[in-house]
């Protein structure tokens, strides 16, 4: 972790190092992506990374294509560290408390990710990515798998609720929701997450998609906490 709180704040001190230097930046780029897998201490060091670019591009610090050349570089690793790390079974937190303090603060910054890429051709990259998960955990049958990345999705939508559309993709997130029979306190609390924060959407983006939603939700009241 140490490694990784000195490489940021060499970028956050020195952000020219992304692109003064080919090399020192592909090395240093290259030591953050491999610390977002290392450990989640370690990513955690690491993912503040994403809110030094996002005010160096606000300042217009940022040369032109700097910020989606690092998106494009570390997109996959962050969201591959995310769905490891912010597993409800991850061995990497000891009490449930700790488990749920991880789980937000790197469903915030996947969510900084997402929003940093507004307008950017990287944000449908990041969509990508996250599908991807979706798909090798719904082919795996990992129940638990699935519910991160629908945390993830949860948390996205939540950031574009006054936004006038929500991306495509969701009519498949929402629908491997659908799919899922095995249930549990969890993974209802989770999918009832996302449902509340589509519900602006149904009307307009997602209208197929609202009578599974409450045959979903009437489904799931048995695994409601008393």
Same mark, same amino acid.
């Given at each position: 972790?140490?490694?990784?709180?000195?490489?940021?704040?060499?970028?956050?001190? *020195?952000?020219?190092l992304?692109?003064?230097?080919?090399?020192?930046?592909g090395?240093?780029?290259?030591?953050?992506?491999?610390?977002?897998?290392?450990?989640p201490?370690?990513?955690?060091?690491?993912?503040?990374?994403w809110a &030094? #670019?996002?005010?160096?591009?606000?300042?217009?610090?940022?040369?032109?294509?700097?910020?989606?050349?690092l998106?494009?570089?570390?997109s996959a690793?962050? &969201?591959?560290?995310?769905?490891?790390?912010?597993?409800?079974d991850?061995?990497f937190?000891?009490?449930?408390?700790?488990?749920?303090?991880?789980?937000?603060?790197?469903?915030? &910054?996947?969510?900084?990710i997402?929003?940093?890429?507004?307008?950017?051709?990287?944000?449908?990259? &990041?969509?990508?990515? #996250?599908?991807?998960q979706?798909?090798?955990?719904?082919?795996?049958?990992?129940?638990?798998?699935? @519910?991160? %990345?629908?945390?993830?999705?949860?948390?996205?939508?939540?950031?574009?609720?006054d936004?006038?559309?929500?991306p @495509?993709c *969701? %009519?498949?997130?929402?629908q491997?929701?659908?799919?899922?029979?095995?249930?549990?306190?969890?993974i209802?609390?989770?999918?009832?997450?996302?449902?509340?924060a589509?519900?602006?959407?149904? @009307? #307009?983006?997602?209208?197929?998609?609202?009578?599974?939603?409450?045959?979903?939700? %009437?489904?799931?009241v048995? *695994?409601?906490?008393?």
């Amino acid at each position: 972790a140490r490694g990784a709180a000195v490489a940021v704040a060499l970028v956050e001190a *020195y952000t020219q190092l992304l692109w003064m230097d080919p090399d020192v930046a592909g090395t240093l780029v290259d030591f953050i992506g491999a610390c977002f897998a290392a450990h989640p201490h370690v990513a955690q060091s690491v993912f503040t990374l994403w809110a &030094i #670019l996002k005010d160096a591009d606000r300042d217009s610090k940022l040369p032109p294509g700097i910020l989606n050349s690092l998106l494009q570089q570390l997109s996959a690793p962050c &969201i591959a560290s995310f769905a490891r790390f912010a597993r409800r079974d991850s061995p990497f937190a000891e009490e449930p408390d700790e488990l749920e303090q991880l789980r937000s603060a790197q469903q915030d &910054i996947l969510v900084d990710i997402f929003c940093i890429s507004d307008g950017q051709p990287e944000r449908e990259l &990041i969509l990508a990515l #996250l599908c991807g998960q979706l798909k090798k955990a719904e082919a795996a049958a990992d129940l638990l798998g699935l @519910e991160v %990345v629908w945390f993830a999705f949860a948390g996205i939508a939540e950031a574009l609720a006054d936004e006038p559309q929500i991306p @495509e993709c *969701y %009519v498949a997130v929402l629908q491997s929701l659908f799919r899922t029979q095995a249930k549990s306190d969890s993974i209802c609390a989770t999918g009832a997450a996302l449902l509340r924060a589509c519900g602006p959407h149904f @009307e #307009l983006r997602l209208p197929e998609q609202l009578a599974p939603a409450v045959r979903w939700l %009437v489904s799931a009241v048995p *695994y409601v906490p008393e």
